[in-house]
């Protein structure tokens, strides 16, 4: 019954490779989420949409970029990784207020070499 | 913005002993404090959440109060069983936002 699903779970990328990290929803929740979570480390917050707008945290460098091209798909884009990006990405959804809980995804665990 | 602290960082208890978690926040409009918990290599999984409206709230174990006066709040976990060992993060938002801000997290060991 996996409700947020994210692929690849393991993604190795070269430095300055651009890759894409996906994640999909079977909750149809309005709000998507992507949080980066580097080891022993809390998540931090990247963007989120809230239906289709792009609500982007003042902190996040301009690398990172995110796409929903529709209410269950959303993208992360990082254009060039370096070793500093290696981390965990993690996707949530939640519906529209601010206190619903966010579902998060199992996260893809992304090495840059 | 807000910003969450959170205190211990790492925490070790006998099975069966209670354990607590604190966390302030600096922004008196958050009103809505979740309460997540990640396993090693897993995802966070909401355990508990309060609203500002109450001051605690109970869910069998595990059980969250709440000081709005003081802007802080607590975790409390009684009986503590291995499987509770975990990393856990508090965090902030107001409820008409979508920006949780988390605290830095307390590793929690149940020594058995």
């Known amino acids: 019954d996996a409700m947020v699903i994210q692929n690849p779970r393991y993604q190795v990328t070269q430095f300055g490779k651009p890759v894409t990290l996906s994640c999909s929803q079977t909750?149809?929740?309005?709000?998507m989420y992507w949080y980066q979570q580097k080891s022993s480390q809390a998540p931090k917050l990247l963007f989120h949409?809230?239906?289709?707008?792009?609500?982007n945290e003042a902190d996040t460098p301009d690398n990172f970029q995110s796409r929903r091209p529709n209410t269950s798909f959303c993208f992360l884009d990082i254009r060039s990784p370096g070793l500093g990006d290696a981390a965990m990405y993690l996707c949530?959804?939640?519906?529209?207020?601010?206190?619903?809980?966010?579902?998060f995804g199992p996260g893809t665990r992304l090495t840059v070499l | 913005g807000e910003n969450v602290e959170q205190h211990p960082s790492t925490l070790s208890v006998q099975e069966g002993d209670s354990a607590v978690i604190k966390c302030t926040y600096s922004?008196?409009?958050?009103?809505?404090f979740p309460w997540y918990k990640q396993e090693l290599g897993k995802r966070p999984q909401l355990i508990i959440d309060?609203?500002?409206?109450?001051g605690e709230k109970k869910d069998q174990r595990i059980a969250v109060t709440l000081n709005k006066t003081a802007k802080h709040f607590s975790l409390h976990i009684t009986e503590t069983q291995p499987e509770d060992s975990a990393v856990y993060f508090c965090?902030?938002?107001?409820?008409?936002?979508?920006?949780?801000?988390f605290g830095t997290g307390t590793r929690l060991t149940v020594i058995p």
């Open positions: 949409y809230y239906d289709k707008d792009f609500n």
């Open positions: 909750l149809n929740h309005n709000v």
């Open positions: 965090a902030a938002s107001l409820n008409w936002a979508n920006n949780l801000f």
């Open positions: 949530a959804t939640s519906g529209l207020a601010g206190d619903d809980e966010q579902f």
């Open positions: 309060i609203r500002s409206n109450v």
């Open positions: 922004d008196s409009a958050s009103n809505y």
